[in-house]
């Protein structure tokens, strides 16, 4: 809203040019060599940009700025980083509409541009002639088009604003095509081109899928997970990532939702989930995994399913310290605790505020022990007893929370994306320190592989045994911390221990078993390394201190959740709504749900996959 356009070096994030109105650029002398620091001013930048394009043509590189009063600037931006003093940088101002454009996409295949408006119309504009070839607007509606997706397997757009439809049309026919309708007011909508299928999302939560060649709705769920879309938060981007399957949106963090799987495709006699999972964990001598609203519990020595009850929605979850309760963060806040193994509702916590539960833990210290939860601005506490259910509430300077681990005796970490993991007090909710990895660090040669783009904290997880902090930050790069060192002003130095584990896996979720000799983690491909390590007396971690054993891979989509079963040396992992038995080395037990086994039995070996990349 400020009328600047800011341009950043992806591998360093550093700003390379910035664009603003020629009002603001000061007057220096000629062949005076930009800095970075420096502003570019475009000629006709009046009013505040809302979209930005980027389009190759007869070999050179453009840059299209959408205006919020309907103009549309094209500039060319080959030469950017040898400019001197040209002020302003000249740029053609085209009229295209007479309300904010929402939305510039340039199609390479039929070298076109696709603009739409809030003035109700979609244009399409030849930048090579400079003309414009059609407007697409339906003659009953003038409502505003938000947002809009192009197929160009099949020639198609569809667009979607302020009512319940989403629109098809085809560039090359003035006439619209077909309607769909959906169950609120759309917010955004993606082509599946692969699959051919348009999905749609609604202000109510609702995923709506339809088969782009019979325009029949092919699938639909409400989404009321974590991830869910809140009437107080703006879905502001929607893509699809064909590599994952995924849609991927923006709400003020980036969030990501799996597509589900039909019925259809599950075993004639499955008995697991059928909505994606939040995680799993394990505890007297049984399995539990949870989903948005039902506890499975398992038998993992033959898969059998023990029992089966449903909870109150929830956001989270955890078992207690006995690992005999299971602790569940509800949508709305409170704290549920459940005897999994008869699924009797033993308590239940009210909570001062009405924000789900991002993460749930329990701790003891001093004989006493508390529920933890954390919210996106709040870190309660409760009482474990039945004279107290107030809880105790704190206001935390940790936006953006991404996960929850207590740090016996006295500490707890918060993890938030922007990299930081933040040390609270157990018993007052102090802020004790913060800390987060650094891209200079001079402890390790293997701290060069630190990248800077990786920035939040995924999950994280207290080695008891080795009184140490394991985090993973969505690269292959282990980060250990001693969080029970002295409390110093700089608590970096001589806590951290980045650790490469594999340079092609995006590392998201960490687990390790009881005696903390090796620590296991999966990664948004479905793969999972272990690392072995080698605790000595002289220091906790060097050089030679970790090594990896095996690495295997055990789902073709994003790892949610992953446990050890010291007991019988097995790694149970979930994805979407599997959950997987493998042993240490990799071989495929069997899948929980999907029939019995027998561990006396030789393991399958899982079929060969492609290897991350080195």
Same mark, same amino acid.
């Given at each position: 809203m400020?009328?600047?356009i800011?341009?950043?070096e992806v591998?360093?994030l550093s700003?390379v ?12 002398p ?7 620091k420096?502003s ?6 009046t009013?505040?940009p809302?979209c930005l394009?980027?389009a190759t043509?007869?070999?050179k590189?453009?840059?299209y ?8 600037l094209s ?11 040209e002020?302003?940088l000249n740029s053609?101002?085209l009229?295209l509409?007479?309300d904010?454009?929402?939305q510039?996409?340039?199609c390479?295949?039929?070298t076109?541009l696709?603009t ?8 399409v504009y030849d ?7 059609r407007?697409?607007?339906n003659p009953?509606?003038i409502?505003?088009?938000f ?12 667009a979607?604003g ?7 049309w085809?560039?090359w026919?003035?006439?619209?095509l077909a309607?769909?309708?959906?169950s609120?007011?759309v ?5 599946n ?15 709506v899928v339809w ?6 709705v092919?699938?639909?769920?409400t989404?009321r ?9 703006g879905l502001?981007?929607l893509?699809f990532?064909?590599t994952r399957a995924?849609i991927?949106?923006v709400?003020?963090t980036p969030?990501a939702w799996s597509?589900r799987r ?5 075993a ?7 909505d ?5 964990c394990?505890?007297a001598d049984?399995?539990i995994t ?5 506890v499975n519990v ?5 898969g059998?399913?023990v029992?089966?009850f449903?909870i109150?929605p929830?956001a989270?979850?955890s078992l207690?310290t006995?690992t005999r309760?299971?602790i569940a963060g509800?949508i709305d806040g409170?704290?549920?605790?459940w005897?999994?193994l008869s ?5 239940e916590?009210p909570s ?7 993460a749930?833990s329990h701790?003891?210290a001093q004989?006493v022990?508390?529920?933890?939860g954390?919210t996106d601005k ?5 009482h474990d ?6 809880a ?6 940790c936006?953006s929370?991404?996960c929850?681990?207590v740090?016996p005796?006295?500490?707890? %970490?918060?993890?938030n994306?922007k990299g ?13 320190f913060?800390?987060e990895p650094?891209?200079n660090a001079?402890?390790s040669?293997?701290t060069?592989y630190l990248?800077p783009?990786?920035r939040s ?8 045994h080795a009184?140490?902090l394991?985090?993973v930050m ?8 001693d ?5 110093t002003s700089d608590p970096?130095q ?7 584990s594999?340079?092609g ?6 687990t ?9 983690c999966?990664?948004?491909?479905g793969?999972?390394v272990?690392? %072995?390590?080698n605790?000595e007396?002289?220091g906790?971690?060097?050089?030679d201190?970790l ?9 073709e ?7 050890y079963?010291d007991?019988?040396n097995?790694i ?5 709504c599997?959950?997987r038995a493998f042993?240490e080395?990799?071989?495929?037990v069997?899948?929980?749900?999907d029939?019995?086994?027998?561990l ?15």
């Amino acid at each position: 809203m400020d009328r600047t356009i800011s341009i950043y070096e992806v591998a360093r994030l550093s700003i390379v040019r910035r664009f603003v109105e020629p009002a603001k650029v000061k007057v220096v002398p000629k062949h005076f060599i930009l800095t970075p620091k420096d502003s570019i001013g475009i000629a006709e930048f009046t009013s505040s940009p809302s979209c930005l394009a980027e389009a190759t043509l007869q070999q050179k590189e453009f840059l299209y700025i959408g205006c919020q009063n309907g103009d549309m600037l094209s500039i060319q931006i080959n030469h950017l980083l040898s400019l001197t003093n040209e002020f302003p940088l000249n740029s053609n101002k085209l009229t295209l509409h007479t309300d904010v454009i929402s939305q510039i996409t340039f199609c390479k295949v039929i070298t076109m541009l696709f603009t739409s408006s809030w003035d109700g119309k979609i244009q399409v504009y030849d930048p090579v002639h400079r003309c414009l070839i059609r407007t697409l607007q339906n003659p009953e509606s003038i409502r505003s088009v938000f947002n809009f997706a192009w197929n160009p397997n099949v020639r198609l757009i569809a667009a979607c604003g302020a009512d319940r439809f989403v629109h098809l049309w085809n560039p090359w026919v003035p006439s619209q095509l077909a309607t769909l309708m959906t169950s609120a007011e759309v917010v955004g909508c993606v082509f599946n081109c692969a699959e051919g299928q348009l999905i749609a999302c609604s202000i109510d939560n609702t995923f709506v899928v339809w088969d782009i060649h019979t325009l029949k709705v092919f699938q639909t769920w409400t989404e009321r997970h974590r991830y869910a879309i809140k009437e107080d938060q703006g879905l502001s981007v929607l893509t699809f990532d064909p590599t994952r399957a995924r849609i991927l949106g923006v709400l003020y963090t980036p969030q990501a939702w799996s597509l589900r799987r039909c019925l259809r495709n599950f075993a004639a006699k499955y008995e697991g989930h059928t909505d994606p999972l939040l995680g799993v964990c394990f505890g007297a001598d049984h399995l539990i995994t949870v989903d948005f609203e039902t506890v499975n519990v398992w038998n993992p020595r033959t898969g059998q399913k023990v029992l089966s009850f449903l909870i109150t929605p929830s956001a989270s979850f955890s078992l207690d310290t006995s690992t005999r309760r299971l602790i569940a963060g509800g949508i709305d806040g409170t704290v549920q605790v459940w005897n999994f193994l008869s699924g009797k509702n033993l308590k239940e916590f009210p909570s001062p505020t009405t924000n789900e539960l991002l993460a749930v833990s329990h701790s003891v210290a001093q004989s006493v022990r508390h529920f933890v939860g954390v919210t996106d601005k709040s870190l309660l506490l409760w009482h474990d007893s039945d004279q107290f259910s107030e809880a105790c509430h704190y206001n935390i300077d940790c936006s953006s929370v991404s996960c929850l681990c207590v740090c016996p005796p006295k500490l707890i %970490a918060v993890g938030n994306f922007k990299g930081q993991i933040a040390l609270h007090n157990l018993s007052s909710g102090r802020l004790v320190f913060c800390v987060e990895p650094k891209t200079n660090a001079k402890r390790s040669k293997k701290t060069s592989y630190l990248n800077p783009m990786h920035r939040s904290v995924e999950a994280i997880f207290y080695l008891q045994h080795a009184r140490l902090l394991a985090s993973v930050m969505g690269d292959g790069i282990l980060h250990f911390w001693d969080v029970h060192s002295e409390y110093t002003s700089d608590p970096q130095q001589g806590l951290h221990y980045p650790i490469v584990s594999h340079a092609g896996l995006n590392l998201i979720v960490v687990t390790a078993p009881l005696d903390n000799t090796q620590v296991i983690c999966g990664d948004e491909d479905g793969w999972v390394v272990s690392v %072995a390590v080698n605790l000595e007396p002289a220091g906790p971690f060097s050089e030679d201190g970790l090594q990896k054993t095996h690495l295997f891979r055990a789902h073709e989509s994003m790892i949610t959740g992953v446990c050890y079963i010291d007991t019988l040396n097995l790694i149970i992992t979930t994805s979407e709504c599997a959950v997987r038995a493998f042993t240490e080395e990799g071989a495929c037990v069997g899948n929980f749900g999907d029939g019995l086994w027998d561990l006396t039995q030789p393991a399958r070996t899982p079929p060969v996959l492609d290897r991350p990349p080195e």
